[in-house]
């Protein structure tokens, strides 16, 4: 094709725009109310992930080994301190202690950064925490033996997800005795996930399908105007992809159109739902506009240029079959 | 007297043993043979349903026939290709009934469309669709709008388009059909001014008077039957 004639077509498809501007209002119209509710229910999905990713970073998973402390004062059969040997639990020191954690950094989804934690900095760490102002009744924790806290590990989990899976290999590894972790919390975290994905995938592929639907029709309505201008064209010896370029052009420009304006009223949107949240829920953890703008923009460009150049390629195919006379009984 | 017959006979048009049946079952044409020359201007007459309209939606290529063997331009219809039909349609000049103008686009831009669609630099647009404007006297007119423009008017653009890119026929379906008689009377004077210039003009009408007092080649059509065939046209 000419380049004036692709010159021609292209000035052709942005006149369209505005000659027939009731019909790319329409359009623009219910492009941008799907894209709007797309847009807010991706930002409300990135805000729920956002959330569940802070709270999956304080998941961390107590582990305690078995010592001599643990059997000396366990919940069942404890052993008192002078009937104990040796061969009656598993890790008599650090270094023991240390390959345990070894162990465990190699189970999947530990991450590893396992922290050892002896007991005389868990007792420190208890005084300093729950007694402190007490220390004169706790006197006796300094003294020999006294201390009845285990050498312990702090392990952190990669994610909720497989978290009792994890738990129990971690209990599975030798010389480690208990667990103390938050395994309803993971649990609530891991089916609130599930339930956002699929109820955003359901909600995105719903709007998704209706913007389709309603786009395909309002296409077909503007079709049906100008099938006096198709049958002319085809008349005066146009060929298909002659006739096709200006629409296409057209839907090219509505789906940019509409890209940039739900961009910027979802922008508007965000803003006031944010300000709302903030100022009754005083909570700053949320996703930024500026990190998603792009994402979001890619997305309404992509859905705006697809929908108006499929739905005007798909659409015309069905009139450039015909021929003038049947345009006529139409 | 038609320049054609000053000519040596060269076909634009031919049909030979062409029938055309619907599939409602109707039979349109049965067993045409004809031969329209280059540079002759002839009527096509007949009552509703005679076969008129199908002879031109076969000439313009929008039906294929059932069997015989069409050629127009030096287009074998029956062996034409759905994607080169814009070719053929590019070698003639088509006048509607209706007019068919863009209601968006002015009376410049909807003669300059058929000139675009083959390709024209914009420099030759501008002189050849100021020329057929001039030519059908409606070069004041350019920038109107089809809606401002009366019915005899917006026939008058219809025939500028048509033939603006120099066709070597022109095909025009009652083209007086909407008009009143004094500007039924002016457009067929102007289409057979242009034949006078070497173009082939084909037109289907129901106005005898028009064909008593144009005298060209006049061919009835009865029952899908070329039933009369008459070179001096109508007594």
């Given at each position: 094709m000419k380049f004036s004639s692709m010159r021609y077509l292209t000035k052709e498809g942005f006149k369209n725009v505005w000659v027939n501007r009731l019909m790319t209002f329409a359009s623009i119209g219910v492009l941008v109310a799907c894209m709007v509710l797309i847009g807010l229910a991706l930002l409300v999905s990135f805000n729920i992930d956002l959330a569940l990713g802070n709270l999956e970073k304080q998941n961390v998973v107590m582990v305690f080994f078995n010592?001599?402390?643990?059997?000396?004062?366990?919940?069942?059969n404890p052993v008192s301190a002078d009937k104990l040997t040796d061969d009656m639990y598993l890790v008599h020191n650090e270094q023991e202690a240390m390959a345990?954690?070894?162990?465990?950094?190699?189970?999947?989804?530990?991450?590893?950064?396992?922290?050892?934690?002896?007991?005389?900095?868990?007792?420190?760490?208890l005084?300093?925490?729950?007694?402190?102002?007490?220390?004169?009744?706790?006197?006796?924790?300094?003294?020999?033996g006294g201390n009845p806290l285990s050498d312990g590990a702090k392990v952190t989990l990669s994610s909720m997800e497989n978290f009792e899976e994890t738990v129990d290999k971690i209990a599975a590894v030798k010389g480690v005795d208990s667990i103390q972790s938050q395994a309803?919390?993971?649990?609530?975290?891991?089916?609130?996930k599930k339930g956002v994905s699929v109820a955003g995938t359901w909600i995105i592929g719903i709007l998704l399908f209706i913007s389709l639907l309603i786009v395909s029709n309002t296409i077909r309505v503007t079709m049906y105007n100008r099938k006096l201008q198709i049958s002319i064209m085809k008349a005066v010896g146009a060929t298909d992809a002659f006739i096709r370029i200006p629409f296409v052009v057209e839907g090219i420009i509505i789906g940019i159109i509409s890209a940039l304006l739900s961009e910027c009223l979802v922008y508007f949107c965000y803003r006031v739902a944010l300000d709302t949240?903030?100022?009754?829920?005083?909570?700053?953890?949320v996703v930024p506009f500026g990190e998603a703008a792009w994402l979001l923009l890619g997305i309404f460009a992509a859905i705006g240029v697809l929908a108006g150049v499929f739905g005007s390629v798909i659409m015309i195919g069905k009139y450039l079959r015909r021929e003038g006379s049947e345009f006529s009984a139409l | 007297m038609d320049l054609a017959f000053q000519q040596t006979p060269n076909p634009?048009?031919?049909?030979?043993?062409?029938?055309k049946t619907y599939n409602?079952?109707?039979?349109?044409?049965?067993?045409?043979?004809?031969?329209?020359?280059?540079?002759?201007?002839?009527?096509?007459?007949?009552?509703s349903g005679a076969g008129k309209s199908t002879f031109m939606k076969l000439i313009m290529r929008e039906e294929k026939a059932n069997t015989g063997t069409i050629m127009v331009n030096g287009f074998n219809l029956t062996k034409l290709r759905r994607r080169n039909v814009p070719l053929l349609r590019r070698t003639m000049g088509i006048v509607f009934q209706d007019f068919r103008l863009i209601p968006t686009m002015n009376v410049f831009d909807n003669v300059a469309f058929a000139m675009h669609v083959v390709g024209a630099s914009p420099r030759t647009i501008r002189k050849e669709v100021s020329k057929a404007l001039s030519l059908v006297g409606l070069g004041h007119k350019a920038r109107s709008m089809p809606n401002q423009l009366s019915g005899g008017e917006q026939q008058r653009v219809g025939l500028a388009r048509a033939l603006v890119n120099s066709p070597d026929l022109i095909i025009a379906d009652e083209p007086t059909g909407n008009v009143d008689p004094n500007m039924s009377y002016e457009i067929v004077s102007l289409l057979s001014a242009i034949n006078q210039k070497g173009t082939t003009i084909l037109m289907v009408t129901h106005d005898h008077n028009l064909v008593r007092d144009f005298h060209h080649r006049v061919i009835m059509l009865d029952g899908g039957k070329i039933v009369a065939d008459n070179a001096g046209g109508m007594e």
């Open positions: 010592d001599k402390n643990s059997v000396i004062y366990a919940d069942e345990v954690i070894a162990e465990i950094e190699k189970i999947e989804n530990v991450e590893n950064n396992v922290e050892y934690i002896s007991k005389e900095k868990a007792l420190e760490v005084k300093v925490s729950v007694l402190a102002g007490k220390e004169q009744y706790f006197e006796f924790l300094d003294e020999e309803e919390l993971a649990n609530t975290i891991n089916s609130i949240i903030m100022g009754t829920l005083g909570t700053s953890q | 634009i048009i031919e049909f030979n043993g062409v029938s409602s079952g109707t039979h349109a044409l049965s067993d045409v043979n004809i031969q329209i020359n280059k540079g002759e201007f002839v009527f096509v007459v007949g009552s």
